[in-house]
């Protein structure tokens, strides 16, 4: 199980010595601080990577508070690893949600106050990481701060990168918001560094349709799906648009 001690170190603490030790105040805080030292001078206890494969499964099953209890542990083992830290807000941000739909607003927005820390340590301890960069901007949404998570995406735009992956980034963020012109200009920047990039066509190509330009959807979703064949979701939206497109295995 994870985090029991080893046997042998609770022998040596309950040892023959225990007799003498228990008419001594402050007895289990001894025996406590013994077992914790030498469970970690002998190496038991769950790695970081147990603790993060644990984590991620008990985060799949929906068991927030469990897995963030996990992603805690590992933070203590590898306080500055972007991953983990991205893992330990994700966690504050499901927990938040099941706040609100709780209507306790209060707690959501503790935790959601949590999570933008735990984001921001991320993004400090790897600049550029898009999955706490994108988490944070969901988190100051989720708390009805959409001006600082537009400014938090422009903040990524021009100082993160730039990088095809910011300014779709970006131009999500202004799609959201209705503002369609500017979000075809970043669009347009991500096309200008990486035209042949996929996602940044598929994101085009979901930006003109959804402003009414049929021709450029189409022609930007299949210049998608042509860059990148497996994309289900672009298959099926030119489908839905009235589009021929030839039935291809995409493997498993």
Not at 48 to 62: C, N, P, S, T, V
Not at 128 to 145: H, V
Request: net charge negative.
């Amino acid at each position: 199980m994870i985090g029991s001690p080893c046997p042998s170190v609770v022998g040596f603490v309950f040892g023959g010595n225990l007799m003498k030790l228990v008419t001594l105040r402050g007895t289990v805080f001894q025996i406590a601080t013994a077992v914790l030292s030498l469970t970690f001078l002998g190496g038991c206890g769950p790695t970081y990577k147990e603790l993060r494969i644990e984590g991620q499964h008990q985060f799949a099953q929906d068991q927030y508070g469990a897995a963030k209890r996990l992603f805690d542990e590992a933070h203590f083992k590898s306080p500055e690893d972007p991953e983990n830290l991205h893992d330990i807000a994700a966690c504050c941000v499901m927990l938040a949600k099941g706040h609100l739909a709780d209507r306790n607003h209060a707690a959501a927005q503790r935790d959601l106050d949590r999570a933008i820390d735990f984001y921001d340590r991320a993004i400090n301890a790897h600049p550029g990481f898009k999955p706490a960069l994108m988490g944070k901007n969901r988190a100051l949404e989720l708390k009805g701060q959409t001006d600082e998570a537009l400014r938090s995406a422009k903040w990524a735009a021009t100082f993160v990168g730039p990088s095809a992956d910011q300014y779709v980034f970006l131009a999500s963020e202004y799609e959201q918001r209705g503002d369609l012109d500017t979000a075809l200009l970043h669009y347009r920047q991500a096309l200008a560094m990486e035209p042949d990039n996929a996602s940044v066509h598929k994101g085009l190509g979901m930006l003109h349709h959804n402003a009414g330009r049929h021709d450029l959807a189409v022609e930007s979703l299949h210049r998608s799906l042509a860059l990148n064949p497996s994309q289900h979701d672009v298959v099926e939206m030119l489908r839905e648009m009235g589009e021929s497109v030839p039935s291809v295995e995409y493997g498993p």
